[in-house]
Each structure stands twice: as structure tokens, then as C-alpha cells.
């Protein structure tokens, strides 16, 4: 049981550069989650989506972008990397809204 | 103003030391306050989610408590793998019930 997995693990990339981190889990839950974690501040929501084509913005949307085509998948794009965007991206899910949710292992990236 | 307070930021206890981790809350209408733990490296791993003042909840060494505007993780007998960043987040119709996060307390255990 895989559970959800996040994809690269470790990203370096450039300022202006595009990039996009991935998210998969097998539970089939319908809710997806991304969150960035910097020292101080916690966990803030990015994005989240309730179902296939269907997303919304979080706390800190700012320069992000995601989609959903499939259940299962949940990308979020950089579209110009700036260097306030290093972070550490968590990607999560849950069954329900408003029950708890499962985290992935997280996607260390830095924007030089 | 943090709308999620945890406290200490960090705590060291010698192992068997028994402690309570606090967080605390200032929006009404509470739906759900939730408690992590989090492993270096790692993503957050669900604990407990408590529901209502004077609900508790355990798991092994650990016990979470809720009272109207706040909840304590108290770590009996700690050892050293407890050692982690233990993070709560609230849910409530203010914020959309959508979760915020306090910004953890990092826990260390010395044997």
C-alpha cells in the first residue's frame, strides 16, 4: 500500500524557471492538499481540491498552479520560480472534509 | 497575531520526564483541533483529532486534551523516540474549515 507519494524528493532549479511537483495516492480520497512548510511559519495551504476539475485556492496561492485531471493526481506547478518559493511542499489527502488528513513525504526545493 | 499558538517552541526531557505541550486558539466555533507528530525529513503523521471540550484521546505515551481555547499533548514517561516536532492545527467555519497549522514544538528526548 503506497499511500501518497510526492515526486522529485529534492529539486534545485533557477529563478524564472518553471517546474512542477507531483502527487499520487492510491487511496482514491477526494480531497487533495498542498501545503508549504518554512521555519516559523508551519504548515500554509496552497491549493486543495474537492474532486477531478475541481480546485480552489488556499492561504498562500501566490504564483502556484495546479490541476486535477485524474483523482489520484494532484500537480502543482511553479510557472517562474522565485526564490521566496523555497520551500519544503507537502502534499495531502483525506476521505472526508474536515477529517483528518495524510501527508506525503515532501518535496525539498530550492530556487537559486 | 498567530491564530494558532504552540508552546514550548522547543522542549528537552530527560528520558522517563513526564511534560505537556501546548496549543492554543483564538476563533470561535471550533470543528476539529488536530495533533501531528513530524520526523526529520519526513512528512507529518496523524495522532489524534478531538472534537469537543473534555474529549481526551491516547496513544501509548501520549494523551490530548480540550479545553475551550486550547489543547495539551502530555508525553508520559517519554523515551528518546518521541523525539519529534509535534505540530496542532485547528479547523473551524472562520477559516473555512480548512485546517491552519501552529508552527510546532520540537520535542527531544535524552536517554
Known amino acids: 500500500d503506497a499511500g501518497i507519494t510526492q515526486s522529485p524528493r529534492y529539486k534545485i532549479t533557477e529563478t524564472g524557471r518553471q517546474v512542477t511537483l507531483m502527487c499520487h495516492q492510491t487511496w482514491s480520497h477526494s480531497y487533495m492538499f498542498w501545503y508549504r512548510q518554512d521555519l516559523g511559519h508551519g504548515l500554509r495551504l496552497i491549493y486543495y481540491?474537492?474532486?477531478?476539475?475541481?480546485?480552489d485556492k488556499g492561504e498562500v496561492p501566490d504564483g502556484y498552479v495546479v490541476s486535477r485531471s485524474k483523482t489520484e493526481n494532484f500537480p502543482l506547478t511553479l510557472e517562474s520560480a522565485t526564490r521566496s518559493q523555497t520551500s519544503v511542499y507537502f502534499c495531502?489527502?483525506?476521505?472526508?472534509?474536515?477529517?483528518?488528513?495524510?501527508f506525503g513525504p515532501g518535496t525539498r526545493l530550492t530556487v537559486t | 497575531e498567530d491564530q494558532v499558538t504552540q508552546s514550548p517552541e522547543a522542549l528537552r526531557l530527560q528520558e522517563g520526564e513526564s511534560s505537556s505541550l501546548n496549543c492554543s486558539y483564538t476563533?470561535?466555533?471550533?470543528?476539529?483541533l488536530f495533533w501531528y507528530r513530524q520526523d526529520p525529513g519526513k512528512g507529518p503523521e496523524f495522532l489524534f483529532t478531538?472534537?469537543?471540550a473534555g474529549e481526551e484521546k491516547e496513544k501509548e505515551r501520549l494523551k490530548a486534551t480540550l479545553t475551550k481555547k486550547e489543547s495539551f499533548l502530555h508525553i508520559t514517561a517519554p523515551k528518546p523516540e518521541d523525539s519529534a516536532t509535534y505540530l496542532c492545527a485547528v479547523q473551524a467555519p472562520y477559516y473555512g474549515n480548512k485546517l491552519v497549522f501552529g508552527a510546532g514544538t520540537i520535542l527531544r528526548v535524552k536517554s
Open positions: 478531538l472534537y469537543s
Open positions: 481540491s474537492a474532486a477531478a476539475d475541481i480546485t
Open positions: 476563533v470561535s466555533g471550533l470543528r476539529g
Open positions: 495531502a489527502s483525506s476521505e472526508v472534509w474536515g477529517r483528518e488528513q495524510y
